[in-house]
């Protein structure tokens, strides 16, 4: 299960989604929706693709499919 962990900056956000097992990402359900709510932000905001962690967005949306909520 995923712990409650600051996702407020990208190099965070990055940390927390190397935790995630891509066999079994349903426990970290909750986490990857406010990953991907932080990502979408930030991507909106005045920094888009000022650092690396530009396709963790990416990587966000694929977890959330493997989950497989339709309402994601």
Known sequence: MAESSDLS???SRREALRMVDV???GP???ML???FDH????RE???VGESDEYEQVYV????????GDPAD
């Open 9 to 11: 900056s990208p190099a």
């Open 23 to 25: 066999d079994d990402p």
């Open 28 to 30: 970290y359900h909750a």
């Open 33 to 35: 929706r406010e990953i």
């Open 39 to 42: 990502e979408r932000a930030w």
């Open 45 to 47: 905001g005045p920094d």
């Open 60 to 67: 966000t949306a694929f977890l959330l499919f493997l989950i």
